[in-house]
């Protein structure tokens, strides 16, 4: 039996490693041939409700990659139907729902969310992980209460929030409705993932970065303040990300979490100097994938070295692998990341 690769939990816990311990964020799928082979027959619904085919998408990146943590293959809108929302994954497009929140009646008409009744495919793919396949921890995750609220009332993606923003403010009360109403399925779909074997769990707030600080502590940092509270009990990592949020990494800070994920916008020593005291995940810009190797390597030497200056560093890109990254850029990278960190952890001791 190969051993158990524990780095990723050891720095998510603040402990000094060998190496920095990397995973990639879309690593499952994206640009690997061996799944785009796969995502020409099936939807990516279709993956997510064949356990053994999810697992494969899964753990895919960790043998060709070799990086310290698979991430469950699923969408952040998965449990969403579950409460009673109509939603499709469109592809090109993303999730769109056809019957959009618009007012409290609407929100009252959300039912509860029992992640065996509902999800039960996840959970079984979980197993097959964390049972069977994998050496290394199954980062698990959810959507975060905005971002899924922006789907929910926008009716899919959007560029400005208009919707989303203008309901929060008029509508307090239908607002804050809201967010119970998705915190109570958050808790309940991540409880269910750490029972059925994740050993690490990531918050994407992915478009909370379009608020600005004080609207956040109002309509926001409550309930994620709940959210995390509960989920504390579940004694695993836990770790909040989103997109151009920069401006809020502190307010993160506060909360009773692990990890704060960084984007590319935020360096490490930026985010130390103003008072990020936690362990960080992050942030090489996915877009420097597609330059020159001496500029890659330029770049993630810069970040291991801020990230070593505390024990607590989670390499990760700033966002997602794209479809047109090499995966053998991916597997040269982690190499890097692995040898070069584990050089300086090693001049340092």
Request: glycine share 6%.
């Amino acid at each position: 039996m190969t051993t158990f690769n524990d780095t990723l939990l050891r720095a998510a816990r603040g402990e000094r490693t060998e190496h920095t311990p990397v995973w990639y964020m879309r690593q499952a799928g994206r640009s690997q041939p061996e799944y785009r082979a796969i995502k020409e027959k099936y939807s990516l619904e279709e993956i997510t409700l064949q356990p053994e085919l999810c697992a494969y998408v899964t753990r895919l990146p960790v043998e060709n990659y070799n990086v310290d943590a698979a991430i469950l293959y699923k969408d952040i809108v998965t449990p969403l139907p579950g409460i009673g929302v109509d939603v499709k994954i469109k592809a090109g497009v993303g999730p769109v729902i056809s019957n959009p929140i618009r007012s409290v009646a609407d929100i009252e008409k959300l039912g509860e969310f029992n992640a065996k009744e509902h999800t039960p495919y996840v959970l079984e793919t979980i197993k097959m992980l964390t049972e069977e396949q994998l050496n290394v921890p199954l980062i698990c995750f959810a959507g975060a209460p905005f971002t899924l609220a922006s789907y929910m009332i926008e009716g899919g993606p959007s560029r400005n929030y208009n919707k989303t923003k203008s309901f929060m403010v008029s509508e307090p009360q239908a607002w804050f409705a809201l967010m119970d109403k998705l915190a109570d399925m958050i808790i309940s779909d991540v409880s269910a993932q750490v029972e059925a074997g994740a050993k690490a769990i990531q918050i994407f707030d992915s478009w909370v970065g379009a608020l600005n600080v004080e609207d956040y502590r109002v309509f926001i940092k409550p309930i994620m303040t709940r959210i995390f509270a509960e989920l504390k009990k579940e004694n695993v990592p836990l770790i909040q990300f989103g997109v151009g949020a920069s401006h809020l990494a502190k307010e993160w800070n506060d909360l009773p979490i692990d990890v704060v994920g960084l984007d590319w916008r935020l360096p490490i020593k930026e985010a130390r100097a103003n008072g990020i005291t936690k362990p960080v995940q992050g942030n090489l810009d996915p877009s420097l994938l597609l330059a020159d190797w001496s500029i890659i390597e330029k770049r993630t030497k810069d970040i291991i070295d801020q990230g070593l200056e505390m024990p607590g560093h989670i390499f990760n890109l700033g966002h997602g692998v794209f479809p047109e990254v090499d995966p053998e850029v991916l597997k040269r990278l982690t190499a890097l990341i692995h040898d070069y960190s584990a050089q300086q952890i090693q001049a340092r001791s």
